[in-house]
């Protein structure tokens, strides 16, 4: 396995543990909004996977490209288009946006926790 299969398997399982334990600790406090909450926060975090993912996968590929930069720009566009498409229908169905917006920000400090983890001591 690469190292890129590596990073991306270890910062998905960061991800998600972080906001499996938001959503736990939600449910505890907000009971009665668990599944406004508890599934924004989990969903946020899928958003951001996927978005990363997309990242990755065009970083991986962008010396392919003639103009880089146009495939660069097109590669924000289509992550935008998803995220807006993700909050527009989550918030649609009920979820609550900051939820949303917290779900996100576990896969942020996932990618943070994971260079923490990762860093190299200078001697």
């Known amino acids: 396995m690469n190292e890129t299969a590596n990073l991306k398997k270890e910062i998905r399982r960061i991800s998600l543990s972080l906001s499996v ?8 406090i907000f009971k ?10 989990l969903i946020g975090t899928l958003g951001g996977l996927i978005g990363f993912n997309m990242i990755v996968r065009m970083s991986e590929s962008i010396e392919l490209y003639e103009d880089a930069s ?11 288009v998803i995220y807006a498409l993700i ?4 918030a649609w169905r009920g979820v609550n946006v900051i939820a949303l917006l917290a779900g996100m920000l576990c ?4 990618i943070l926790l994971y260079v923490f983890l990762h860093r190299k001591e200078d001697d």
């Open 87 to 90: 909050f527009g229908l989550s």
């Open 107 to 110: 896969h942020k400090a996932s």
């Open 70 to 80: 146009k495939a660069g720009y097109a590669g924000y566009l289509r992550r935008y």
């Open 32 to 41: 009665d909004s668990f599944s406004s909450i508890g599934v924004g926060i």
């Open 21 to 28: 334990a938001a959503a736990l600790v939600s449910s505890v």
